[in-house]
């Protein structure tokens, strides 16, 4: 016999409709397609020195952030993945600062390899990549944190901003 869940419950997971990597991946590669088969462009018509340091500066600030999530995560003691239940509620280190720092961090990964592939392209893949992003995956985790911690979560959501 099975039990169907109340509308009350709070589920496992926050049901994030694929893994964010993997989404931002999956843009990522149809912006370069439209770029290098389909569209191509001039490119970004930047000086080769200032283009190899937007991508250094993006690249780096994009795995210093992730880093700095995920080393709080661990400390908690609960499993960054989304796609895996939540054991505990993270409010400290860079995320006194923004919400979604794995996020931010991927976003800046994303627009770093934009920039090296000369790609405008991948760029125009970043608004639907955020609207994929923030209805597929953020704002499933808000709700399935508010489920889950209440208004702890609630005030931490209503004090801390989403990105910056």
């Keep these: 016999m099975t039990t169907e869940p109340t509308r ?5 997971t926050a049901g994030v409709i694929a893994p964010p ?3 931002y991946l ?3 590669a149809l912006g370069l397609v439209l770029e290098f ?17 937007v991508v250094a500066a993006f690249g780096l600030a994009g795995l210093a952030v992730i880093a700095a999530a995920v080393l709080r995560f661990r400390r908690a003691g609960t499993p960054a993945p989304p796609w895996k239940p939540t ?4 409010a400290q280190g860079i995320y006194r600062f923004t919400r979604n720092p794995m996020y931010l961090g991927m976003t800046l990964i994303y627009c770093a390899i934009a920039v090296a592939a000369d790609a405008p392209a991948v760029f125009w893949m970043l608004i639907p990549l955020s609207i994929t992003i923030h209805y597929g995956v953020v704002q499933r985790e808000e ?5 889950k911690f209440g208004v702890s979560y609630i005030d931490y959501a209503n004090t801390v901003p989403r990105w910056l």
């Design 87 to 90: 054991t505990a509620f993270v």
């Design 26 to 28: 999956g843009f990522l």
């Design 8 to 12: 009350d419950a709070p589920s496992e």
């Design 37 to 53: 088969f389909v569209v191509r462009t001039q490119g970004l018509d930047m000086p080769s020195s200032l283009r190899w340091t």
């Design 143 to 147: 709700r399935y944190m508010a489920a």
């Design 21 to 23: 990597p993997l989404i």
